[in-house]
T-cell receptor, first 108, second 115 residues
Framework: KNEVEQSPQNLTAQEGEFITINCSYS?????LHWLQQHPGGGIVSLFM???GKKKHGRLIATINIQEKHSSLHITASHPRDSAVYIC??????????FGTGTRLTIIP | DVKVTQSSRYLVKRTGEKVFLECVQD?????MFWYRQDPGLGLRLIYF???????EKGDIPEGYSVSREKKERFSLILESASTNQTSMYLC??????????????FGPGTRLTVL
């Protein structure tokens, strides 16, 4: 069965801290999304990657294909980063399989 | 910017009612998706459409049907709403795979409550 697991489920940190959210998957994938969902809001795509590393502002996403693992990092975290972060993978077709999300809270 | 819109942000219906949720995208995407999102379960695919009048069942299609008569519009239909269909419903769209995988763009979601 194609599975996606995220950790931690919940994360609370002080403003300015370096944040890491992890995503592991069970079998080989063709692409991986990192998504952000604010309370009551829709979902925004942060990154899509299939190898290596991508950076956008204070956000960095990495993927290790051999270890079937991806991480999302946030540098110099800010309260506006508080959201649910979702990992989603494509197991070779058009559809995505989603993790259950990591709820991040950044305290001022 | 890609825009995916959904007909309602909040909807309250009664058990047994027929419910229509509409999704419209403005970027000429071939693929459109309907998901539901429940606490602790993440997003689960209900139905997927890869072209006009084409549809494919997702992981949880029971109790739902879909309609795609025009490329930009994808409707989710609850034939007879039940309380266990109370959920957040999200629509998404993407270009079809053509040698590279394309990200999905999501609508704002419809929070449906069935009483």
């Amino acid at each position: 069965k194609n599975e996606v697991e995220q950790s931690p489920q919940n994360l609370t940190a002080q403003e300015g801290e370096f944040i890491t959210i992890n995503c592991s998957y069970s079998v080989g994938i063709s692409a991986l999304h990192w998504l952000q969902q604010h309370p009551g809001g829709g979902i925004v795509s942060l990154f899509m990657l299939s190898s290596g590393k991508k950076k956008h502002g204070r956000l960095i996403a990495t993927i290790n294909i051999q270890e079937k693992h991806s991480s999302l990092h946030i540098t110099a975290s800010h309260p506006r980063d508080s959201a649910v972060y979702i990992c989603a993978v494509k197991f070779g077709n058009e559809k995505l399989t989603f993790g259950t999300g990591t709820r991040l809270t950044i305290i001022p | 910017d890609v825009k995916v819109t959904q007909s309602s942000r909040y909807l309250v219906k009664r058990t047994g009612e027929k419910v229509f949720l509409e999704c419209v995208q403005d970027m000429d995407h071939e693929n459109m998706f309907w998901y539901r999102q429940d606490p602790g379960l993440g997003l689960r695919l209900i139905y997927f459409s890869y072209d006009v009048k084409m549809k494919e069942k997702g992981d949880i299609p029971e109790g739902y049907s879909v309609s795609r008569e025009k490329k930009e519009r994808f409707s989710l239909i609850l034939e007879s709403a039940s309380t266990n269909q109370t959920s957040m419903y999200l629509c998404a769209s993407s270009l079809r795979y053509r040698g590279r995988y394309n990200e999905q763009f999501f609508g704002p979601g419809t929070r449906l409550t069935v009483l």
